[in-house]
């Protein structure tokens, strides 16, 4: 028990081949057009993510009414007569769980299979979801209560778009962790989850082991081999219309394309990552030209998202150095050449929980492998948080009681994790993978 009572590519589009020198110089005009309608893009992207960070917290749904969490979840600890706590606070995470239209029920279990008291949550669904849905995922947080008595559960209310391939999931990502960073002032870590993600570990496994570690390390996959991405994601130009319409419409691509930089070295990675509250602060608030200087560069590149954080890290002085080459998550890949990940199947199941990691990705929606994670791994029942050591309820497993949200009680999960974490640490694996020049 952990008991602490001191402190808490697609291929891009081209113009058919002719030889008629008329089409040719037509052509020729309107490769210049788009180059000019590309630079108005990025200015007027700049524009519109220095305006979305400047919006009010009355963006999002406040799910609760009081001003002040629940006593019993947050008591007024005495202080130690020896100044010595038994264990370490537990560090809290915010998280950013995001889905599209029809990902209700997808992103209500996710909320339920990851929550816990210490953290906070903002919940988006982009704006391919009506109103109407959004309205009743607020009105759904606000009829649980744990969520009213902890609140610590929003919901965006102005949506955006954010695509997978383009540059709007970062803009999407930047603006949920700029809300974040308003609503909680007191959170170590920031996870972005889709609704095809489900956590392999309790929250009471994850903050028991991370209550142990420093708060400056950002676990984020990444690699300066390039290769094959070379061609088809770092230098094609592409304009993501989510950026800038209220309708869906398709990313498309100009038919130039450009040299890679040479004032700063690309790394890729993956677009699941756990970034520290310090890193979030130096890409948002403007303490450094770096972040806004390759948010420009990545708004017309295709899949930016896994590029642009891991980029940031490894040319930043200040955090080149707190890079751990893995993100915590677990992902499937077929055997045979594949850019996407299948979604995930049973016989994963093994593998998957023994990886040590804390997540995984690409399930589908009612997938018997989530079934079978709150069954054995969470203990969790349908339409229910996960139990831990604030959760005094007994026998029916509602959680209907709470008590201290600072107790922890870990379990088989937080081994599997702990193991993870010693070896990602070890002298051999840490400094030799750490935003290495390939």
């Known amino acids: 028990m952990h008991n602490n009572k001191h402190q808490p590519p697609p291929t891009p589009t081209s113009l058919p081949y002719t030889s008629n020198a008329s089409v040719t110089t037509t052509a020729s005009k309107d490769n210049t057009k788009t180059t000019l309608y590309i630079i108005l893009s990025t200015a007027i992207f700049s524009f519109l993510f220095l305006f979305i960070l400047s919006l009010p917290s009355t963006t999002s749904y406040r799910a609760l009414i009081a001003t002040r969490p629940d006593p019993a979840l947050f008591p007024n600890r005495p202080i130690s007569q020896t100044g010595i706590s038994s264990a370490p606070t537990p560090p809290s995470i915010a998280y950013f769980i995001s889905g599209s239209a029809g990902d209700s029920a997808r992103i209500l279990q996710l909320l339920f299979a990851s929550y816990h008291p210490r953290n906070h949550y903002l919940l988006h669904l982009d704006l391919s979801a009506t109103q109407t849905e959004r309205d009743r995922l607020a009105v ?45 002032s007191n959170w170590d870590w920031f996870i972005s989850l889709n609704a095809g993600d ?57 038919t130039q394309k450009r040299e890679l930089p040479n004032a700063f070295r690309l790394f890729t990675g993956s677009s699941f990552m756990m970034l520290t509250r310090s890193f979030i602060e130096f890409c948002i608030l403007g303490i450094d030209n770096l972040p806004r200087t390759l948010l420009m560069y990545f708004t017309n590149m295709p899949y930016s998202h896994a590029n642009y954080f891991p980029t940031i890290l490894c040319n930043s002085d200040q955090f080149k150095n707190t890079v751990i080459n893995h993100d915590l998550q677990y992902v499937a890949f077929n055997k045979t050449f594949s850019k996407k990940p ?16 804390a997540f995984a990705g690409q399930f589908q929606f009612n997938s018997p492998v989530l079934e079978r994670i709150d069954q054995e791994i969470l203990k969790r029942g349908p339409g229910e948080v996960v139990p831990g050591g604030w959760c005094l309820g007994e026998g029916n497993g509602t959680c209907s009681v709470w008590g201290d949200a600072d107790i922890l009680r870990p379990g088989p999960g937080a081994k599997r994790l702990e193991k993870r974490m010693v070896e990602l640490l070890s002298d051999d694996k840490y400094l030799s993978q750490q935003c290495v020049d390939e």
């Open 140 to 184: 759904t947080v606000l009829t649980v209560p744990i969520f009213r008595a902890a609140k610590n559960v929003d919901v965006i209310g102005k949506s955006d778009y954010a695509y997978p391939r383009g540059p709007s999931s970062i803009s999407s990502t930047l603006h949920g962790a700029s809300i974040l960073l308003r609503l909680a």
């Open 342 to 357: 299948p979604p995930m199947k049973p016989e994963e199941f093994d593998n998957m929980i023994q990886s040590g990691a």
């Open 198 to 254: 489900y956590p392999l570990a309790t929250q009471d496994d994850l903050l028991h082991i991370l209550s142990y570690f420093p708060k400056d390390f950002n676990f984020v996959n990444h690699t300066s081999y390039i290769g094959w991405k070379e061609s088809k994601q770092l230098k094609p130009i592409i304009v993501d219309t989510g950026l800038y319409l209220l309708e869906k419409e398709e990313i498309f691509y100009a």
